[in-house]
């Protein structure tokens, strides 16, 4: 079994598309409605969707939560970061190595509020 699909409710279903286009390769399959939902995939198969079907609320996530993506090498994580960085994005500090957890990473608040971790298992 693996994952597939997720759902990120967003306030602003456009600018998290975008968000997910430009630093993770995301192709946009479909907009629904007023950007309702957008229906992104990547390369490996995953289906993310985000999406606001009330328009009414806007969704908060706790402290916590995040999604990860997962970078086949450490200049890619590092990549990212200088591209987001230099995009104007508020990346915190450059990625670094978590050593009892094997990983180098960086975290990013997207477009939602809520947080993305960039990361390679080293």
């Not at 279903?13 to 957008?38: M, P």
Request: glycine share 8%; hydrophobic share 40%; aromatic share 12%.
């Amino acid at each position: 079994m693996s994952l597939k699909h997720l759902n990120i409710a967003v306030p602003d279903v456009a600018r998290t598309k975008a968000f997910f286009e430009t630093y993770f390769g995301f192709r946009c399959l479909d907009v629904k409605g007023d950007n309702v939902i957008a229906i992104l995939v990547d390369d490996d198969g995953f289906t993310l969707t985000v999406s606001n079907f009330t328009k009414t609320e806007t969704p908060h996530y706790p402290t916590d939560f995040h999604v990860g993506f997962v970078q086949e090498t450490t200049e890619q994580v590092m990549e990212i970061y200088r591209t987001m960085k230099a995009d104007g994005i508020d990346v915190g500090k450059e990625p670094h190595t978590y050593g009892g957890r094997g990983t180098m990473s960086f975290y990013v608040t997207a477009p939602g509020n809520f947080m993305v971790e960039i990361l390679c298992i080293i």
